[in-house]
C-alpha cells in the first residue's frame, strides 16, 4: 500500500499554519508514463508553466490570505526545487495552490484537469457526504447506484480529505468537483491513494447492500468520454459524445421535471400543484443557443398571462454567469404574484447565481422562501478576474480580484467589485428556510424533494 501523501486543504488559518509543513512531493515522474499529450511536456516547458502560474496568476489573485499567500510561496519553492517534475504532479500541486485561497472562484478549471489524466468507466455525483455511480461504460452497469467505500483500501473519509484539496471554497462546493480525483488513477497516485497511475481497485456498496470490489482501469482521450459538471449526470439523457457506450441510473423519462431537456437553459411550467407556475434557470448568462434577456421577457409575459398565485424559481444547477443580466427580474419577481416566491437552491447554485438569489430574497424577505441545500459559496467571496491559461499544459486558472459581500453590502470595503456596490445585496443569510436536498433515495426514486417541500409548504398554509 502506498505512502500517503496529502498536500492538506484549509479552511481557516489556523489550520493552514497546522498543515503547512504537510510534504510535497518532490520527485513523480512515474505518473506520466500513461501517454497522452501532456505528458510529452519536457522539464522546461513544465517549469515554464510554473512560472507562468507564479506572475499570471498567483501575484495576482487577491483571495489568498498572508497565511495562505505564505504557505503557496512554500510549494511553489519546492516545485522550483524538485529535481524531476511529471505534468500530473505539477497539475496537483498548482491546483492546491489554488485552493489554499479556500475560495470557489479561485480554483484550476475541473474539466481541464479531467481532459488532462486518464479516467475510469465511471462517474461519481455527491449526495450528502456520498459520492453515488449516475452513469458508467457498459460493462459496468453492475455498479449503477453503487456507493463509493474505498479505493486501493483508502476509505472514503481520505479520500474526500484529498480530493477536496484540489478546489477551493465550501466543503459542498469542493465536492462538486471531487469526482475528478476520485475517477481518475494518474491523479490518485500522485495524492498517494492508488498503487499505480494506470489502474486501481475500487470497493462499492451496491444499493442492494452488497460489497463488491473492481479493479478499473484508467483512459485517456476516448472519443466518448463525458465531461461535463457533475450535475449534468443528475440527467439520465446522453451528451452527444457518448454514443450507445454509456449506461445511466435512471431511465429517460424517469427523472422529475427539473432533470429533463439538460440542454435548454431556460424553462417554465404551469404548476397547478403548487398553485402557481415554474421558472428554471440554468445559467445565468447567454446559453450557446439562447437569449437570457428574452427568456426572462417571455417569463414575465406567461406570468402576466396565467396570473397565478406563487412561482417557484429553480436554480439548482445554476453556476453563475453575469450578476447584471437578472438583477431587475430579481427584483421584480415577488410584485408579479399575489402569493410565496420559492426560490430552490443547491451547492451547484454558485457565483451569478448567489447574486441572483440574493437580490430576490432582498426584494421581499417575507415573501420569498429559500428550499433546498445551501448555495455554493459564503455570503463573501472573491470574483471578477479573468484567468490564465498555462502556456504549455493548456491548464486553466481561475482568478479572483474582486469582492463580493451580501451581508452588508460592502460597507467598510474599498474592494468590492462595482456591479455590488452600486446595487448592493444586504440579507442576513441564504440558509434555506425549508431544508429539502436531493437525497441518493429519493434521486433514484425519480422525485423531486425541493418541489415536494414547496407543496407541503403551501397545503400547509391552505
Not at 136 to 157: E, F, K, S
Not at 218 to 244: F, I, M, N, Q, Y
Request: net charge neutral.
Amino acid at each position: 500500500m502506498p505512502t500517503l501523501r496529502l498536500r492538506s486543504f484549509q479552511f481557516t488559518s489556523l489550520a493552514l499554519a497546522c498543515l503547512s509543513a504537510a510534504p510535497l512531493r518532490a520527485q513523480h515522474a512515474d505518473a506520466a508514463t500513461s501517454g497522452g499529450p501532456s505528458s510529452a511536456l519536457t522539464s522546461a516547458q513544465l517549469r515554464a508553466d510554473v512560472a507562468a502560474f507564479r506572475s499570471e496568476f498567483f501575484a495576482r489573485d487577491k483571495s489568498f490570505s498572508p497565511e495562505a499567500r505564505a504557505e503557496g510561496e512554500r510549494r511553489l519553492a519546492a516545485l522550483d526545487a524538485s529535481p524531476e517534475l511529471s505534468p500530473t504532479h505539477m497539475d496537483v500541486v498548482l491546483a492546491q495552490i489554488a485552493a489554499l485561497a479556500d475560495n470557489g472562484h479561485t480554483h484550476m478549471t475541473a474539466g481541464g484537469l479531467a481532459a488532462r489524466h486518464n479516467r475510469v468507466g465511471v462517474r461519481f455525483t455527491p449526495f450528502g457526504t456520498e459520492f453515488r455511480v449516475l452513469r458508467t461504460l457498459a460493462p459496468q452497469a453492475n455498479l449503477l447506484g453503487a456507493r463509493l467505500v474505498a479505493i486501493d483500501g483508502h476509505a472514503l473519509d481520505t479520500l474526500r480529505t484529498a480530493a477536496r484539496s484540489i478546489t477551493g471554497g465550501t466543503a459542498a462546493w469542493r465536492d462538486r468537483f471531487a469526482n475528478v480525483v476520485l475517477e481518475s488513477p494518474e491523479l490518485l497516485h500522485d495524492l498517494g491513494l492508488s498503487a499505480s497511475p494506470a489502474e486501481a481497485l475500487y470497493a462499492f456498496e451496491t444499493m442492494d447492500g452488497r460489497r463488491i470490489e473492481v479493479r478499473l482501469a484508467g483512459e485517456r482521450g476516448r472519443a466518448d468520454s463525458p465531461t461535463a459538471p457533475t450535475s449534468r449526470w443528475l440527467s439520465p439523457t446522453p451528451l452527444v459524445a457518448e454514443g450507445d457506450a454509456w449506461r445511466t441510473l435512471l431511465a429517460a423519462g424517469g427523472e422529475p421535471w427539473a432533470l429533463q431537456e439538460p440542454t435548454r437553459a431556460f424553462r417554465w411550467r404551469a404548476a397547478p400543484d403548487v398553485s402557481g407556475m415554474v421558472l428554471q434557470l440554468r445559467m445565468t448568462t447567454d446559453s450557446p443557443t439562447e437569449n437570457l434577456k428574452d427568456a426572462l421577457a417571455a417569463m414575465t409575459d406567461a406570468i402576466n398571462a396565467a396570473h397565478p398565485v406563487n412561482v417557484v424559481l429553480d436554480m439548482r444547477q445554476n453556476g453563475g454567469g453575469d450578476l447584471t443580466k437578472a438583477r431587475d427580474f430579481m427584483k421584480a419577481l415577488p410584485k408579479l404574484v399575489s402569493g410565496r416566491v420559492f426560490v430552490l437552491t443547491s451547492p451547484w447554485t454558485f457565483s451569478a447565481a448567489i447574486s441572483s438569489v440574493g437580490y430576490l430574497k432582498q426584494a421581499a424577505p417575507d415573501r420569498v422562501t429559500i428550499v433546498g441545500e445551501e448555495v455554493g459559496d459564503r455570503m463573501m467571496f472573491w470574483a471578477e478576474g479573468r484567468g490564465t491559461t498555462l502556456p504549455n499544459s493548456g491548464a486553466m486558472i481561475g482568478l479572483a480580484t474582486q469582492r463580493h459581500d451580501y451581508q452588508t453590502g460592502c460597507k467598510g470595503y474599498t474592494d468590492c467589485h462595482g456591479n455590488v456596490v452600486s446595487n448592493p445585496i444586504a440579507v442576513p443569510s441564504l440558509v434555506p428556510e425549508l431544508p429539502a436536498p436531493w437525497t441518493f433515495e429519493t434521486y433514484a426514486k425519480g422525485r423531486d424533494p425541493g418541489m415536494e417541500a414547496v407543496m407541503a409548504a403551501i397545503n400547509k398554509v391552505m
